[in-house]
């Protein structure tokens, strides 16, 4: 088959279109023809060597966490799915066009949603979702803020808080105010604009998708006892705060998040934006152009689908 193949670390050039041995379906697991596949920053982090210490590569090795596509075999002991079944969700190495994975990591893709454009939702709608559910632990009349409510994981963020009946503010740019109005918030602040800041209202919990000085600055704004959840790690001043909670979130692969976040998308209650879809054997050309920043997604699509 061919992959996406890299054999060191480094800028997107070393993202390699060629031929790669065929995965197998193992004990638990299905074969999947790939139709597309996502490029998420973590797949940045990994290429360039920056996450090596936390998930190295194994040269020659492949990256990729989203995909969807065709089951096209079943390993033994995976069960709820049928050849020719449309599937997406979350593995390893899916820059390739034949991907082997576990079975609890695959959802069908619900009728219809388009199966390229479900490639994009596993990693970052998983991830906004747990962020308000499992970090912040939100619930119904809370007040909320999420950071980058404008990017991907902070559209899903805001959309599972809102589901769950919390009062939701959208942390933004300035630059993004004007096109944050649809995210479906009750409220959209600058997080850039220190008096917008300053008159934000106690917050019950902050879902953080930014990190850094945006980050530092909201912990005085959580209420003692509230929660501080960041898919960013702990901000350097959570010394000073004592009394909030922190909660760093990693994202754990949910079957029936996939499917509830995916049909929120089909329904039109989430918009998840596709900016661009490429060949698959373009995936150095995507990663140059999601480093230069947006917040949309770019899908690699292989050729034959």
Do not use: W
């Amino acid at each position: 088959m061919k992959a996406v193949v890299v054999h060191a670390y480094g800028a997107p050039e070393v993202l390699k279109f060629e031929q790669y041995p065929d995965p197998v379906a193992g004990r638990g697991e299905v074969l999947v023809r790939v139709a597309a596949t996502s490029i998420n920053p973590f797949d940045i982090m990994r290429r360039s060597g920056i996450a090596k210490e936390v998930a190295p590569i194994k040269f020659p090795g492949i990256v990729g966490v989203d995909l969807s596509g065709t089951v096209v075999a079943i390993g033994t002991e995976a069960e709820g799915f049928s050849i020719d079944d449309q599937v997406f969700g979350m593995a390893d190495q899916t820059y390739t066009e034949y991907c082997a994975v576990k079975a609890t990591n695959l959802e069908k893709i619900p009728e219809g949603l388009d199966l390229i454009d479900a490639a994009a939702l596993p990693l970052v709608t998983t991830t906004g979702n747990q962020l308000v559910t499992l970090g912040a632990g939100v619930k119904a009349g809370q007040t909320v803020l999420v950071t980058g409510a404008f990017g991907n994981v902070g559209r899903s963020a805001v959309f599972t808080a809102k589901a769950l009946g919390a009062v939701v503010i959208a942390g933004v740019l300035k630059t993004q105010l004007e096109a944050a109005s649809n995210l479906g918030a009750d409220q959209v602040v600058a997080t850039d604009d220190d008096g917008a800041m300053a008159s934000l209202p106690p917050l019950d919990a902050v879902a953080d998708a930014v990190g850094g000085e945006t980050a530092e600055k909201l912990l005085a704004k959580v209420k003692k006892g509230g929660v501080f959840a960041s898919v960013l790690g702990t901000p350097q001043n959570a010394k000073d705060f004592p009394n909030i909670k922190i909660v760093a979130v990693y994202t754990q692969v949910d079957k029936k998040i996939l499917l509830y976040m995916a049909q929120a998308v089909r329904d039109g209650k989430l918009v998840i934006p596709i900016v661009r879809r490429m060949p698959l054997k373009n995936a150095a050309q995507g990663h140059a152009a999601v480093a230069k920043g947006g917040a949309g997604k770019i899908l690699l699509v292989v050729d034959d689908h």
